[in-house]
């Protein structure tokens, strides 16, 4: 799930100092440095994981960092996970992205950017299945359990479809993480 939000509030984030120091502590990235910080535990093969419980109690207010400063804002997010998955996490067996509208779109140019390049859509949206986005062919997901090996990046932002594209994939016997990611 790294991929689809940073997955620990930053105030209740603990490591151990020879994992900190491995990683190489906190940079000032273009993007949040503890979400950062997290994909490179990451692509050192780290695992993270959450606790029980509340640790930390917060105000919520509109001059918070998060909420003023550019580095946090969802386009400075979704860089990152471009950043990270074409530095390491995304095979290098073709990929196709799932989802064809403004998500899909944007990871696609990212990545791009990135020096990785999709080799098509996938969605079920009638009028983009047969189509063409960013030059590449729109098909249908039926194709994602074709006979092909390509990974699937998740692109789709609405949160209530995620269970299902899941058990869609899981059916088709595919795995998360090997097979598949959401990125959105």
Request: charged share 30%; glycine share 12%; net charge positive.
């Amino acid at each position: 799930q790294i991929f689809i939000e940073s997955p620990i509030p930053n105030p209740t984030a603990m490591f151990r100092r020879d994992a900190i120091d491995q990683l190489g502590g906190y940079r000032d990235p273009e993007w949040p440095e503890d979400y950062d910080l997290y994909l490179r535990a990451d692509q050192a093969g780290m695992k993270l994981a959450k606790t029980g419980g509340v640790y930390l109690r917060w105000r919520e207010h509109d001059r918070r960092l998060t909420r003023t400063d550019v580095r946090y804002s969802r386009s400075r997010f979704q860089q990152a996970k471009a950043h990270y998955l074409a530095a390491g996490r995304l095979p290098e067996r073709p990929f196709l992205i799932w989802g064809g509208g403004p998500s899909g779109a944007e990871m696609f140019d990212l990545l791009l950017d990135c020096g990785r390049a999709a080799e098509g859509f996938l969605d079920v949206h009638p009028r983009r299945i047969g189509g063409n986005k960013r030059g590449l062919p729109v098909y249908h997901v039926d194709e994602a359990l074709g006979g092909h090996d390509h990974f699937i990046l998740v692109a789709v932002g609405a949160r209530n479809v995620r269970g299902e594209i899941r058990q869609f994939l899981e059916h088709g016997r595919r795995r998360e993480g090997r097979d598949f990611l959401f990125v959105a």
